[in-house]
């Protein structure tokens, strides 16, 4: 069990650093399309190098369960480009908190999809969420700096986008590893990026001459391949309830990296904020585990 809690808790926080590592990225000159770009690629040659190595069989497009993690992946790709273009007009410890707002349009979505009616303890942490993303957004500050509508805008439409993977992967694709199911699903992300922003970086001579390959190791790493790893070893053992609760902790991991590495601002209502989501978060899980 505690192994299992462990890897779990490494996964969310190899997701909570990503968006300090983008804003330092885009301070450095590199721009959205190239970031993406080089996370999926990285972590798509990285994931089928490990799939090759594993020796296991590998299922070609040809088979509907690759070829639905292919396309799934197209919802992934998404995430990372809203996610990052929000990280582009505010805090990165702001667009994370937009991002898990995805916990409760998970909940609508099972209801509206699967007709899987959420609980009046579910209810309830909705509630708390939403009041909780008010004051870790900074709303109620004194002074509080007015925040870019289209940071909030990209960012709540990256958790839409982070809801439909949620809500679709866990019940497609059980037949593959969950190596091979990752690499299909990152070869559809990088494939829908590429067609939204062409690799030119390839070819102008970008992608060594500013050092933007380096950027692609810990975007990728930390992004796309050390997450699903750790979690599909780590879930089995803490179970899905308190496995989400543990992997909320990207949230509070994202909120201190920006502030250590970006100085971002941060209040004490703020962190009551980010509290009250977690506390909402382990009520409602735990709820649905008894």
């Known amino acids: 069990m505690w192994k299992g809690i462990l890897l779990v808790l490494l996964g969310a926080c190899s997701f909570g650093i990503l968006s300090t590592i983008v804003k330092s ?57 809203t996610y990052y273009q929000s990280v ?11 991002l898990m707002q995805f916990t409760w349009m998970s909940m609508l979505a099972e ?4 007709k899987k009616r959420p609980s009046p303890v579910q209810w309830v942490a909705v509630f708390f969420i939403l009041g909780g993303t008010l004051l870790a957004g900074g709303l109620f500050n004194h002074g509080h700096t007015n925040l ?5 805008g990209f960012g709540l439409l990256a958790a839409m986008c982070y809801t439909v993977f949620i809500v679709v992967s866990g019940r497609v694709a059980a037949s593959l590893s969950p190596v091979l ?51 599909s070893k780590g879930m089995p053992q803490t179970g899905v309830s308190l496995g989400a609760i543990l992997s909320a902790a ?4 994202a909120m ?7 100085h971002e601002p941060v209040s004490s209502l703020q962190v009551l904020g980010v509290a009250i989501i977690l506390g909402a978060i382990a009520m409602a899980n735990l709820k649905r585990r008894k």
């Open 25 to 81: 990225g885009y301070q450095q000159g590199y721009t959205l399309g190239e970031l993406c770009s080089v996370q999926a690629g990285f972590g798509m040659l990285t994931l089928w190098i490990i799939q090759a190595l594993s020796g296991k069989r590998t299922a070609g497009l040809g088979n509907k369960a690759a070829r639905t993690c292919f396309i799934l992946g197209s919802s992934t790709g998404l995430v990372s480009i």
């Open 88 to 98: 582009q007009y505010i805090p990165a410890s702001i667009a994370i908190i937009l």
């Open 111 to 114: 209801w509206i999809i699967y």
């Open 148 to 152: 870019n509508w289209k940071g909030i």
């Open 181 to 231: 199911k990752s690499a299909w699903i990152v070869t559809g992300a990088f494939v829908i990026i590429s067609l939204i922003f062409p690799p030119v970086y390839l070819s102008n001579g970008r992608f060594t001459g500013t050092n933007l390959w380096i950027w692609g190791i810990p975007l990728s790493l930390f992004g796309t391949v050390l997450p699903p790893f750790l979690f």
């Open 250 to 253: 990207e949230l509070p991991v």
């Open 256 to 262: 201190l990296a920006a502030t250590i590495f970006l």
